[in-house]
């Protein structure tokens, strides 16, 4: 049985990005998350730490993993749940988001949870609820609890995130899981490739410090991670794409290509998978080289510590 920790303090009322958190903030964030992985092995999971508090999880955008991760880390702290449904709420009806933030707030919610199609909408929200607000995903900018479990994931296996190479593969332009994970990455001396056909280019690209490929064996030559990125179709307006088959000749993931990456490389994929299109459907399921199962069992112990930190 685990014994009962201290629940540390972070620099940050809220988490809105990993380009917001230091390093001592990541490290007591992953440290914590430790206990409550080993706490997630036990018969009795819960750890009713937040008992008697309210969150809220809203969800502007189709979630399985996030939503279902978040729910679960918080009644296994103890904290009553209530999941806003977007489709049915007055924001249907025109409602702004800022009508919405000030309805809310007048609820009393300890902490709300919220994803969003546009970028710093938390950033918005959180400027006008007295409560944390933590950034579930939004828009292309950032979604920093997937940067966690990631590097939690990572960590697991490797030991450390100093010097590693980690390739980070598919669709650039559209994802926000790319960027926290080179913001988290980067900031713990990781050396992060972008590996992209040139119609996902980030039009941002002069922001990040990256080598940058437009092959995918070149690009993921040597590495110690290749994280593959699922094509965010719901996001594409002006790009045409080739076919799903086209696109896996030069851009998914096999096997075979995996070879030229390191001996041990780990493969990882933020979800929801797209098989035989971004990555080889026998190769996700390879437990001797995919831990994408991995990152979603530690993304509840990643978001108890977050909910049990923000909270504290």
Known sequence: MTQDIEIPK???KHLLGIKYLSIDDINKILELAIFFKLKNKEKNKNYPILTGRTIINLFFEPSTRTLISF???AKRLGADVINM??????LRKGETLSDTAHTIGAMSPDLVVIRHSEDNSAEEISKLLECPVVNAGEGINEHPTQALLDAFTILDHKKTLK???VSICGDLEHSRVARSNYYLLTKMGSKVRFVYPKYFEPKDLQKYKVETFNNLIEG??????VMMLRIQNERIMDTELPSANDYFLEYGLT???LENAKSNALVMHPGPINRDVEIESSLADDVNKS???EQVENGVAVRMACLAILMK
């Open 163 to 165: 010097d590693l190479i």
């Open 220 to 225: 993921i030559m040597g590495s110690d991670i």
């Open 85 to 90: 449904n977007i489709e049915g709420s007055s």
């Open 291 to 293: 831990v994408i199962n």
């Open 10 to 12: 972070i620099s940050q």
């Open 255 to 257: 096997a075979e290509k």
């Open 71 to 73: 729910e679960i880390a």
